[in-house]
Structures are given as structure tokens and as C-alpha cells.
């Protein structure tokens, strides 16, 4: 497995904030968006294929930050929900990006008595209130949980799309929000109820897909479980497009005219594929409904074969997209029971 510490990147960093629209177009002198990182030019109609383990060790930079700059957290409400307590906050990420997060612990929590927790990302178009079902179950478990609003979603939303800038922007919403999440495992240190050896992870179909990257160049999550994710963004996008889908604020049709095989080595950066070797020996379990047509099962079933062991899958036949999560639910604590 390889270790990335937190580091300061300005060159990444200047990548990102070019992504977000927060420096000018990357035009000029090192060209456009990703030539930087892939031995082909853009204009290639056929790309040879990807060396996923080079465009990971060129990829890590993206990822890296200064874990030295302060959070800036700032407190909002905290309430009770039946046993459970939860914290409305944000912190401070890169970018100037503050990101609005709930923290969810259960009863009897305490320095003393700390606990593991569970980092719960949501999909595209969704929020972290949504996600507040999963935390509440996870605190009947015993696990604390954080949840964030991902990058253009919830309180940080909505993220239009902006005409012939789709795959900058989708490249964005990963990049940003990866290192949102490990901001995130900076706060979870400072909190001493909260056990920090012990954290996981839950994604659901673009929070599995974040996840997975995630993972992949971040040592302190222990287990991930990642629901209705997939690999292959050109396989993604191509399905979704052909049926001109609408996921979240996101109409894929945009895509029907791109050259998908040009598209993968463009979003291997970001593809949840380049990550997922990477995350052995660490444990992962994938969930996922067999009449999916957002993640198609080929997609999911590519993501688990880039993972290395020990993995394990779970296929519900009956359901599409994101099974119902007294469906998942049991699966995932027996899980995190046996591996936080």
C-alpha cells in the first residue's frame, strides 16, 4: 500500500482551483487540463491504453495538502435525536472551500470511552441530511459518523453544468471533495470521544465512487463499504448518455458526441479504477443492485476486480440503484463489526 502523507502541493492545488473556476482556464503553456499528466495529445482520437499505476503515482500530488492550515471550524446547533447527538458545523478545506458537515454520536460517548466513526458520503444531487438515516444507524451500532456536503451538493450547491465543461467540472467534484473528506479525518482527530485508529468509510454510488479514490491515497480509513459504485467513467458516462439520464443536477446526454475512450484516459486522475489497487491490505466490501442502470453492474463489477483482497461483494437482484437501506444496513455493520 502506498502512504501519502499530507503535504503541500501548490501545483495541485493550482489544478484544482482552475477546475473550480477560481484562476483563469488552464490554456497556453502547459496546455489543457489533464495534457499535463497523459503522454497523449488531446487531439488523439485513439489513446494507448492507460498505465493506471502511472497515472496514480502522477495523480497523488492532486490529492496531497497542507495539513498544517488551520480548519477555522465554526460550531453551529447542536441537537438529540432519540439517544443520539448531532453537531452542525463546517471547517476549512483547500481552495477557500468551506464545507458544511453534521457529526452523529451515539450515547455514552466520552475521552474516556472514545468510539470509531464512520465517514458517509452521499450521491450526486443528494445532501448530508439525506444521508442522516445511515448515521442514525450507525450510532445504534455504537459508531460515530461525519457527514459532508460534497463539492456542488447541499449547502454548496447546486453545481450547474456549464456547456462543453462537464468532464472538468466532474473531475472537480472528485478532486475537491477528496481532499474535503480528509480535512474532514483532521477534525476527527482533534475530537477525543472519537477513536481515530478506528475510521470507515460508506459511500453511496458518487460517494462510492469518491470513496474508492479516497481510499486510495488515504491511510487512516481502515474499511470501506461502498454501495452502487462503480469503476470506467467512459463506461458511465456512456450508458447514462445513450438513455440521455438526468442524475442529480446532471444531464449526461451532454456526453453522447465525446469520444469515451479519449474520455477514461482524461478522467483516469479522478477513475475510481487508477485508486482501487491501492487500497489493499485495507478491507473492502462493494453492494450493489443487479437492475442498476445508473452504475451499471459491468461498471461495479470492474471497480471490484481493480480491488485487491481482502474484498468481499454482495449482489441484490431484485433491486436497481442504491438498494433500500434496511436492505444494506445489516450487511454493513456485520462488516465494520469485523474489521474497526
Same mark, same amino acid.
Given at each position: 500500500?502506498?502512504?501519502?502523507?499530507?503535504?503541500?502541493?501548490?501545483?495541485?492545488?493550482?489544478?484544482?482551483?482552475?477546475?473550480?473556476?477560481?484562476?483563469?482556464?488552464?490554456?497556453?503553456?502547459?496546455?489543457?487540463?489533464?495534457?499535463?499528466?497523459?503522454?497523449?495529445?488531446?487531439?488523439?482520437?485513439?489513446?494507448?491504453?492507460?498505465?493506471?499505476?502511472?497515472?496514480?503515482?502522477?495523480?497523488?500530488?492532486?490529492?496531497?495538502?497542507?495539513?498544517?492550515?488551520?480548519?477555522?471550524?465554526?460550531?453551529?446547533?447542536?441537537?438529540?435525536?432519540?439517544?443520539?447527538?448531532?453537531?452542525?458545523?463546517?471547517?476549512?478545506?483547500?481552495?477557500?472551500q468551506r464545507v458544511p458537515a453534521l457529526l452523529f454520536t451515539p450515547q455514552g460517548v466520552s475521552a474516556a470511552k472514545p468510539v470509531p466513526c464512520i465517514v458517509i458520503l452521499h450521491g450526486l444531487g443528494s445532501s448530508k441530511e439525506i444521508m442522516a438515516g445511515y448515521a442514525l444507524a450507525a450510532a445504534k451500532f455504537g459508531y460515530a459518523?461525519?457527514?459532508?456536503?460534497?463539492?456542488?451538493?447541499?449547502?454548496?450547491?447546486?453545481?450547474?453544468?456549464?456547456?462543453?465543461?462537464?468532464?472538468?467540472?466532474? @473531475? !472537480?467534484?472528485?478532486?475537491?471533495?477528496?481532499? #474535503?473528506?480528509?480535512?474532514? /479525518?483532521?477534525? *476527527?482527530?482533534? %475530537? +477525543?470521544?472519537?477513536?481515530?485508529?478506528?475510521?470507515?468509510?460508506?459511500?453511496?454510488?458518487?460517494?462510492?465512487?469518491?470513496?474508492?479514490?479516497?481510499?486510495?491515497?488515504?491511510?487512516?480509513?481502515? @474499511? !470501506?463499504?461502498?454501495?452502487?459504485?462503480?469503476? #470506467?467513467?467512459?463506461?458511465? /458516462?456512456?450508458? *447514462?448518455?445513450? %438513455? +440521455?439520464?438526468?442524475?442529480?443536477?446532471?444531464?449526461?446526454?451532454?456526453?453522447?458526441?465525446?469520444?469515451?475512450?479519449?474520455?477514461?484516459?482524461?478522467?483516469?486522475?479522478?477513475?475510481?479504477?487508477?485508486? !482501487?489497487?491501492?487500497?489493499?491490505?485495507?478491507?473492502?466490501?462493494?453492494?450493489?443492485?443487479?437492475?442498476?442502470?445508473?452504475?451499471?453492474?459491468?461498471?461495479?463489477?470492474?471497480?471490484?476486480?481493480?480491488?485487491?483482497?481482502?474484498?468481499?461483494?454482495?449482489?441484490?437482484?431484485?433491486?436497481?440503484?442504491?438498494?433500500?437501506?434496511?436492505v444494506v444496513f445489516p450487511a454493513m455493520q456485520k462488516f465494520f463489526a469485523g474489521t474497526l
Amino acid at each position: 500500500m502506498t502512504r501519502v502523507p499530507p503535504a503541500p502541493n501548490n501545483g495541485g492545488a493550482i489544478r484544482i482551483k482552475r477546475l473550480l473556476g477560481l484562476t483563469p482556464p488552464l490554456l497556453g503553456a502547459g496546455g489543457l487540463l489533464f495534457s499535463c499528466l497523459l503522454a497523449f495529445p488531446l487531439h488523439a482520437q485513439t489513446p494507448p491504453p492507460i498505465d493506471r499505476e502511472a497515472v496514480y503515482q502522477k495523480a497523488l500530488p492532486l490529492y496531497q495538502y497542507d495539513s498544517a492550515k488551520p480548519l477555522a471550524v465554526k460550531l453551529g446547533a447542536s441537537r438529540t435525536i432519540g439517544a443520539v447527538k448531532f453537531l452542525r458545523f463546517s471547517y476549512l478545506s483547500t481552495n477557500s472551500q468551506r464545507v458544511p458537515a453534521l457529526l452523529f454520536t451515539p450515547q455514552g460517548v466520552s475521552a474516556a470511552k472514545p468510539v470509531p466513526c464512520i465517514v458517509i458520503l452521499h450521491g450526486l444531487g443528494s445532501s448530508k441530511e439525506i444521508m442522516a438515516g445511515y448515521a442514525l444507524a450507525a450510532a445504534k451500532f455504537g459508531y460515530a459518523s461525519l457527514v459532508i456536503d460534497e463539492y456542488g451538493q447541499g449547502e454548496r450547491g447546486p453545481l450547474k453544468t456549464v456547456p462543453n465543461q462537464q468532464t472538468e467540472q466532474l @473531475a !472537480a467534484t472528485v478532486m475537491q471533495t477528496a481532499v #474535503d473528506v480528509r480535512r474532514g /479525518l483532521d477534525y *476527527l482527530q482533534t %475530537r +477525543s470521544e472519537i477513536d481515530g485508529r478506528r475510521v470507515g468509510l460508506a459511500g453511496v454510488s458518487l460517494g462510492a465512487i469518491i470513496g474508492t479514490v479516497v481510499s486510495g491515497v488515504e491511510p487512516r480509513i481502515k @474499511a !470501506a463499504v461502498l454501495i452502487s459504485g462503480g469503476g #470506467d467513467w467512459g463506461l458511465i /458516462l456512456k450508458t *447514462l448518455s445513450a %438513455r +440521455s439520464a438526468t442524475v442529480g443536477q446532471w444531464d449526461t446526454s451532454a456526453f453522447k458526441k465525446i469520444n469515451f475512450a479519449r474520455l477514461n484516459a482524461l478522467l483516469a486522475p479522478e477513475d475510481p479504477l487508477t485508486f !482501487a489497487p491501492h487500497i489493499a491490505p485495507r478491507p473492502i466490501l462493494m453492494l450493489g443492485g443487479r437492475k442498476d442502470t445508473t452504475i451499471v453492474p459491468l461498471a461495479q463489477t470492474e471497480l471490484f476486480d481493480a480491488v485487491r483482497q481482502p474484498k468481499q461483494s454482495i449482489w441484490y437482484p431484485q433491486y436497481g440503484h442504491v438498494p433500500p437501506p434496511e436492505v444494506v444496513f445489516p450487511a454493513m455493520q456485520k462488516f465494520f463489526a469485523g474489521t474497526l
